[in-house]
């Protein structure tokens, strides 16, 4: 399902990424669903959605949020006020202590972390329930800036760190090593956890399986990870979790830009009011290429442009696309699925201005702008 299908794009002040309120609880029903058949918790990882003024229909779905650090735990628990769960690869005192206070479970990233702060561990248990992520060394990512799993990885504790180890007062499991994956790589990757890690998880209470599950994605195997969660729980007697990102934001709003000049250099380049590098970094990093509403591939419709961004950065370059009339200053675009991993990300650079947040919903037309950003924002980031 599209996002925003019926939205007068002309209604909107480009550049904006523009929340679809139903596409949003669609995603969350079908989360509720898996909660309710599989009987583990999912949580919002904020790094990938946090658009707050959403939390009222969050909050109707889901039970918490994932969070990667004491601000991203401040949010959840104020915006969203239900539970909160962090991981962070690793703390100073000041941070785990801030962290702690807004947070009901804390992940720790190594054992060195566990006995450097474990005075601080006695101190808040069971008020508090404390986590140890490991690393089972099983890649299921393909691009290695997000495999968590890649060789020489600092994230999560290895089978040989492990038992090493000493592990009082941890309570739990979390593990993170999925990228917009599906059910089958999961049980892929529990296999492994299972085999690798039996000793650890007969003793733990509870087992957070992170994010990277595309349960929301057409063809996602949604009952395979029901009968997975089930199945691990019975098994191991632990409360499992899940913290998606991608999945609560995914095709769940759009980003609409202006085009605000057209140039020639071997071929029409079209300068936008948006940016790659500083309003969908994704696309540089990972890289991508963003669907744009009723363009296609390059030469496939009468007319095809080079889409440019607004910084100075040369290869702040969006991609080649065609469309069926000539473009012309002022039109606006509709760059798809552009809710999750965007507005978490976006920077001022080159003083390039935020785009607008807004809420839309199709249900009833209605269309509010959340933010607008200005001079201010720019600004208060330095000094
Ligand atoms: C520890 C952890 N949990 C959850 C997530 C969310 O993953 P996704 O948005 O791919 O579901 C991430 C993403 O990087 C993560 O690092």
Redesign the pocket.
Known sequence: MLACPELDAGRVASPAYVIDLEVLERNLQLLAHVQEASGCTILL?L??FAAWSTFPVVGKYLDGV?ASGSDEARLGAEELGKQVHT?CPAFDESSLRETIRYSDHVVFNSPSQVDRFRAIIDEHTPAKSFGLRINPQHSEVDVALYDPCAPGSRLGTTRAALSQADLRGIDGLHF?TL??LGADALQRTLAVIEDRFEPWLTRAKWVNF????HITKAGYDVRLLIDLVRDFKQRHGVDVFL?????IGLNAGVLVASVLDIVENDGPVAILDTSATAHMPDVLEMPYRPQIRDAAEPGKLAHTYRLGGLSCLAGDMIGEYSFAEPLEVGDRLLFEDMA?YTMVKTSTFNGVRLPSIALYDPRDDSYRVQRRFDYADYRNRLS
């Open positions: 990882a790094k990938g994932a991981y993170h990228c917009e992170g994010g990277g599950h913290e998606p990102g991608e999945a999750h």
